[in-house]
């Protein structure tokens, strides 16, 4: 190893840093420390001055490694490891100290606050000095995209990256297009025609010359990494030949909750008791009829249903309350003189819209009853035969705190989203993860919503969580947009600190393979020994803490560089 | 060796710290070929097998004797004054097995305190009955004078935490073969590593030798001991949910345990590049409990009888770890 010759830089942050830790005192102290050849502060270290402060020292120095000592490095760690790269040093040969978010922040105390710094600061120069040289890689991109789904979402996504001129394999389990949308009549809250909307939409994704749908197809096996993967699918049981593509997007949406387990429902044993998608149907069909084909005259629609209480699913479905609005809007039409009751437990209407379309409902002569979902679920039962009804709705209105009965001839259970049985089959083809709710997990909540943690494969619709269809298809036009830039690139940079694996140390126990959440890691048979596929690797580190035999090695987070950034922050005594 | 008797013989000293005597014994294991040793060597103290007086080594000069093999821990005040004077005397001085290399099996009183233990061996023990509670001191007045006897330490020391180690040979005890190549290589001064390294023993681990069939399947819904379960003779002993240590610890000792149907203990310490051994085998065990919900975790965790002591059995004071925190 070369003898490191460590530059340091202390940011002031404006008065963000420099008001709490004595920026000074820190660029002082860690002056004298070994291999420190300079150590300076600046008030803005991101700025244009202060990137070329560290590129003149680098050259007139011949400094050959930078720490920088400022805010978060999600927030600059790009910005200086491109600084380095212009100054002629490798950009992994610099790191980054956090005193604005880990320190300045988030403390009162100025002498405490700056003695942190001053830890801070000392760990990233133990740690820089063990830093390597790492180059970057980048693989070529198959222009072709595959989508599991064949709902609004995945054909949203299809027609996008379709139209722009490049080839999509949209697969579907069912025998049709239109996923659940296709169930619906009307939609929320300006009452179109779903139909009419998603009719077309799938006549344009079979008649598209880009697009080929697979009906009746399942996905067995996906290989490969970003750019380049390949996948066996399996048309009604027989396999299929093996398709090529560049990019993923998973849109498998989700199913209706089955209301049978919740006993106080009766579903299933009284026939009028039916889930929103069979009230769909019915409307669908045109006629609002009870088993026996009388027009019902009582209504009630009972929202929450396997949803917002931990005997079910604890989360909410989000669109549940506004399509009830929208069926009491649909009864109304159709039976003018039947009473309706709304039995809610928390009215919903955040989105754009909404609340007018809530406000509108209450003009229709509904009766809104509250319940307490945690508490007491109102319970369904059959009406005496001298009873005006079929059923009874038996449950304690929370506003009044009143016990009632409600009179129904047929009841509308609101039913919640929830994960598709054989989700964990696609999960593992390819490479995601699902969260306690079985979604799929997005690469970051709010900055990254439709990638994944796994390059090239995206998530859209409901299968990332419940949402409407303008929800559903904006995330699948932002997949397209992702998809088609990648393309368009032509390549794509892949991770550069993967995982090493040490063959003369690899005692081949096997350890680290199933650990691997993006199957990089595999046994070569002939070497003994795992080996590790570096263009799946993401780095994130798993198989390296778990190799019992200190083979493998994670680029850029080695046992040396973090046991001396250990040793680092530990070496002051104050 | 015969024709090499010209040469002037090896000064060789063999001395036991906190130790059980089985190094000593696997000096003695070498059988015939401890002939060939003497031949080379000349034994200037083995308090085993010789009636030498430390007063006779600190009369020695300084580096005088070529070789001494350091068996067993840095326990008491006797301890690390042989462990100090016998650096001082020694050209190359090495500690020879597990308890000298990472504090062994008398390591794990790091998990106590040195009272704890008094208490416990003094007061507590279902065979003892000590109403006075009287526990050894380091000096008592007798109308003789005072006595004196080593004081034990609050710690269990390796070797190297005292003085500056040529070589390390693990093993509890080590092969005798590999004391044997060990030796050869120093008499001969041929194919010695650089000064700090461990030898005779590999840089692999434990299952690159063995021979039972290993997979990627290594999913354990519960831990077993041994004895609890029907060895199948050729499936991992991980993957019938018995902890094996072989993964985390450095072949050479010809997978001995294993062969013999029992898992490795870990004797032979962590490879190279592998820091604490117990953490490093605590996060390889963590990965293959196949729990479908949290408190399953802790369910399967329960099944681990003494993980403390499993998984540092040899290597607690020598660990990053280095003893409880009491």
Partial sequence: MEEPRIGVYVCWCGTNISKMVDVEAVTKEVSTLPSVVLSKNYKYMCSDPGQDLIIKDIKSHNLNRVVVAACSPRLHELTFRNACEKAGINPYLFEMANIREQDSWVHTDRTEATKKAIDLVIAAIRRVRYHESLQKRSVNVDPSTLIIGGGISGMTAALEIANAGKKVFLIEKADHLGGQVARFDLTFPHLSSAQQMIGPMIQRVENHPMINVYLNTELKEVKGYIGNFTARLQFMGVEQPEITFGNIIA?????????????????????????????????????????????????????????????????????????????????????????????????????????????????????????????RLPVISEAHRDDDCNMLIEMNELLSGIDIEVPVDMVILMVNMEAHDNVKEVVRAIGVSLCGNQFFIEKHPKLDPVATTTGGVYIVGTCQGPKDIPDSVAQAKAAAARILGTIAQGSVAVEVTTAVVNESLCCGCQTCISVCPYTALSYDEIKKASVVNEVLCKGCGTCGG????????????????????????????? | ????????????????????????????????????????????????????????????????????????AVRNSENKHLAQLLRQKSKILVAYGSCAYMGGIPGLANFFSRNEIFKRAYEETESTLNPDKTIPLHSFKVKEGILEIPEMFNDVFPLNQIVDVDYYIPGCPPQSERLLEVFSAIVSGIGLPPAGSVVGANDKTNCDECKRKKSDKKQIKRFYRPWEIQDDKETCFIEQGVICMGPATRGGCGVRCVEGNSPCRGCYGPPPGATDPGAKMMAAIGTMIAADKPEEIDEIIETIVDPAGLFYRFSLPGSILGRKIL
């Avoid at chain 1, 035999?549 to 040793?567: C, V």
């Avoid at chain 2, 024709?3 to 710290?17: D, N, R, V």
């Avoid at chain 2, 000349?42 to 350091?70: G, H, Q, R």
Wanted: proline share 4%; charged share 25%; glycine share 6%.
């Fill in chain 1, 251 to 375: 849109a498998v949406g989700l199913k209706p909750f089955d209301p049978s387990v919740i006993e106080e429902y009766s579903y299933g044993k009284f026939p009028d008791v039916i889930t929103s998608l069979e009230f769909e149907d019915k409307l669908r069909a045109g006629r609002i009829l009870t088993k026996y084909g009388k027009e019902p005259r009582n209504v009630a629609i009972i929202h929450c249903v396997g949803s917002r209480n931990k005997k079910y699913h604890e989360y909410c479905s989000r669109v549940c309350c506004m399509v009830a609005l929208k069926f009491v809007h649909e009864i109304r039409a159709a039976l003018p003189d039947a009473n309706i009751f709304e039995i809610y437990a928390d009215m919903r209407a955040y989105g754009k819209g909404h609340e007018e379309f809530y406000a509108m409902t209450t003009h229709k002569q509904i009766i809104f009853l509250m319940y307490d979902q945690q508490k």
């Fill in chain 2, 1 to 72: 060796m015969a024709q090499e008797s010209t040469k002037p013989k090896l000064k060789l000293a063999i001395y036991w710290g906190a130790a059980c005597g089985g190094c000593c014994v696997s000096v003695l294991d070498t059988h015939e070929k401890l002939l060939d040793i003497v031949a080379a060597a000349d034994l200037v103290f083995w308090p085993i097998a010789m009636d030498i007086k430390y007063k006779d080594v600190e009369n020695m000069p300084d580096k005088s004797i070529d070789l001494t093999l350091f068996n067993g």
């Fill in chain 1, 546 to 574: 778990c190799c019992p035999a200190g083979a493998i090695t994670s680029k850029h987070f080695t046992d040396r560089q973090i046991l001396s950034e250990i040793e680092g922050i530990m070496s002051m005594s104050y």
